[in-house]
């Protein structure tokens, strides 16, 4: 178990407060946190390359702060893979058990083996400068995973890999974690690749840790406003709830499965507000009128923004409603949600 | 609208006097400089015939002067290879209190006249120094032989060496060395299976520098050693004692080899950058 | 499992006998080199007493050949800035066909010996010559004169300020100078209010290096003129006819004069560096 | 407008391929293509600064291809901003204007009268190093209109703006290009860009234009599968297609509305799939037994594959379907979507 206590660095711009994180043996854990926010960092002080400022990094209790890079068994993979373009991919891979002084036949088979594996046998002989980006990828993966490191870190490895690749490279990784039950430790600024990869995920932001939670339950569950943002999710309110499963937002009122005196924030999924012409009867709770605001493309959807005077809500609607809406600037439409829909935090 | 046609004139005005007459003028002053170093260079050459060349080479005391100067000239960079690259290599990757002195140090003997560069080593070689003493009764003449030319030479061509050696490993990215050693490479492996391959091509072109410098080499050398006569000094002792006409030939036979050297450098220096080119 | 264990060992073993030999290794070895470099400058200075310095800085002839030496040597850096500046532009700009001759044409006084330097160009500038004799019928006397002094400190230290001025412009993004022709700029106007204001200070380092390599210049300098004495020839002189200790303090002043140069250049090119860091 | 006549450009590794395309006057085109398609250096070509190896370049019917960029008129707005780093937000803006001769008092007002409309008065006296990405580039776009460009060209203007700030300079640039009426040319990787800002877009792939049409146009009818696949839609399937309304792919037969004996490729928008638990009687005319191969976080929904054997199908659903219908690898489903919710081309 990797054990980070009160980590604090200054480096450059990047300024990191007292981190506090336990990285389980054998999970698939990801750094969830804006990019430029300095998340190569933390891996590299994890894997000694960078001295923190203060704080101890430990490993199943003993303190490692201090220990050489070489020792730790900490093997790094990097978002530009970093292969040694002197080598052909088999030197590649060898190198780690050849630092290590495994003989140079048996390197060269264990290399052999890691790369059937991932399905780059047939590159063995090649240089890493004619390899396509996913290739390199798995390349350094390799390379990484046949030393069998306590921990691979993992830095953005699929943010330099075309996209025709990445989904392939995110399955294998998955795969290999579960195969190996290595502990990963990946930081990403992908909300997506997050979702998929994780086993827990640890927002970071401005510097500091803000959650560690399953992806579900950050998606249901996000400690608080800034995470939600980071997260992506529209329609999030400010709310003050004075009776239990009704909130108040800017005058307005809204019926709150679940919420009590303790809700500051409710989120409304947008997906899950309809958008009609006329009013109709449901059992929907909440019905708001108002305009159209904008729209655009989101993804495979559209997000349209109505304004109901104080609110302002998103609603995802299909090209196909959309289309049969005749939805334009302006449109007077009525946004339906079931008490249901929302959440509180 | 009159402020669009103000400039939509200008615009004419800028199209009907277009000539490209600023290049123009910088590529004929430019040019100028570029004569200014070739006219001297092919002046002395082209004044020099072919038989006075063959005659200077055919010299015993010429031949021999060469042979020295590029000797002594190969020994001091060996030597200061040795010391220069593990030097380059902290300069390049480790951030030291006092590295900024220590770069601007190693640029010294760039600056400083050679002639007075000469007279400092001999304050520290000189006969009546510790070790002019020293290495003097233990047999090995500085002042005045081989092995106090080597050492002006690398005094004052040591700093194109170490900067090509920081510059090439300045050039290799840092992370191939910090993924190496989380693969498990000490230091000294990092250095020697990943810095030292990815980097010897500018280490070769500093070293092929500064043996071409330590070639031509005149001010230190002059008074540290007037004789064994390198060639530097023998093309001054020649123009000196015979003249213009005698000294000429010596003079364009050394120019030829210091410009062939340089010619290797310059071709080796050139491939890198094709291949690089290629992988990025 | 007995694969884990081998490394497992292997690393135990690595941990015990961690030291950081090799950093440490380096670091001796690396302090050799710079202790090479400042031993004998230190060495000399301090066997200098001060009175011997001030005797000597107060020398009439010791006065007039410094003044002259720094005179000589600005002169010919702001010749040459006038021609070596656009040259650096359009080697930073242009991909023109031969170009890389040109690049190697500019480096060539740098390994090129400076005796055969100063002889090359007595043959353009001597009094047998055309330029030679014209110019002394005209009045301007080249050789055993301050005009020839310069002409020969400009040959061999021109390289640097070009360098300098052509890594200068290379530095400025390409795409400033673009978005200014799209706005309407010449190339004229490009040139004097984007690169030229942007690329002042690599220019002026350049320009004091140049400086600097003037002033210590002796090889090409004693051939063309012995008399009126520069400093560095002053040296040689002075050591020659005298011995060490006569030439010392010239020497040792000299130093200090290029040094104190040398450490304004440093000063200059460290700002924009920070500034530049704060613009990342 | 703005003609190119069969431009054509080797650069390093790109290629472009006799490119012919016209660009309305007062029109806000937007050149689509993967990112590191070489679009800069088409833009390039247009301002003047890169000569094309072969073809011509028309404004208004004369031919400019070798007129020098100074006496063109189009302006150029980089990605980096590329703002002179030596001069303060008001010399920058001015720097057009006093470059083709207007008086510096002039250029100083005009500057301001610009920067007012972009909302970047309050930073005339800063220098550009010390303001965020949007800031900058309102700068920059306010350099190149205070020129009063016959066009305008934009390289990824939105790019390296922080997501905060990419938003309102989108929405600043589609103002400006609709007040100025300006002929705006901009290119970007990014398709909700494109679909937010674009009269008409010209979608470029492997150095040849495939297609130009305004933005519903291309969503509804891609020209061919590279660029359906480069919009980032999901199912589309190669068939055969015998009889009108009936299309075999993979010997597995579709309803298609609309398709006829010319019909190639079907698009199954995948927001129209119904996953359900059992099958069901409903006016949908396809319905394929399958289980799920896989499931990822895709935006605001999640993207459930489903493999039917012969068939992959790819569902988005909801968050709330998902837990509903108990979603996990290998569960049994039953995908059903309607003829109309087919496109075919």
Redesign the interface.
Known sequence: MLELRGIAKRYGRFALEALDLKVMSNEYCVLLGPSGAGKTVIL?ML???IRPDAGQVLWDGRDITSA???T?????V?Q?Y?L???MSVRANIA??LR??GVTRTEAAGRAEAVARNLGIAELLARRP?TMSGGEQQRV?LA??MV?EPKLL?LDEPLAAVDIAGRRRLRDQLKQLQQRTRTTFLHVTHDIDEAMFLADRAAVILDGRLRQVASPEELFRRPSDRDVARFLGMRNILDVVCSEPGFCRARGVTIHVAGSDVATRHVWIRPEEIILSGQPFDSSARNQFHGHVAQYSRAGDLLAVEVDCGDLELTALVTYASFECLAIQKGRQVYATFKSSATHCF | MA??D??GT??EG??RR?M????L???V??S???L??????A??TL?CSLSDLSAAAAEQEVRSSIRLTLLCAMFATVA?T???V??G???AR?RFRGR?L?L??????????????G??????I?RH?LIGSVSERSGLLLVGAPAGIAVAM??VS?PFL?NAARAGFEAV?Q??E????????????V?F??AL??AWRDILGGMI?MW??G?????AV??IAYHPMT???M??QR?KDYG?DS??AV??L??GI??G???VL?LLA?RPKASEA??A
Chains 1, 4 share one sequence.
């Open positions: 590299e894997a000694g390359l050489a890079p070489e730790r068994r900490f093997a790094m990097y530009d970093a040694f373009p002197h190198f780690g630092s290590r400068a350094a390379r990484a030393t870190l | 402020q669009m103000s400039i200008t615009t800028l199209a277009r490209p007459w600023f290049g003028l910088a590529g002053v430019g100028c400089l570029v200014f170093i070739v006219a001297p260079l002046g002395m004044s200061c040795a010391f220069g593990p030097l290599y902290l300069l480790r900024s220590v601007a140090i190693i640029d010294l003997p760039i600056i400083i006249p050679h002639s007075a560069a007279l400092a080593l001999l304050t520290v000189g120094s690398a005094f040591v170490v990215p992370r191939l910090r993924v190496a050693r989380t693969l498990g490479a000490t230091p000294a492996r250095f299976s990943v391959p990815l520098l071409a410098r070639i031509s080499e005149f001010g002059i008074i060639t530097p000094v093309v001054f123009f213009l000294a000429r003079a364009v050394l120019v210091c410009v050297i340089f010619v310059r050139r290629g992988h």
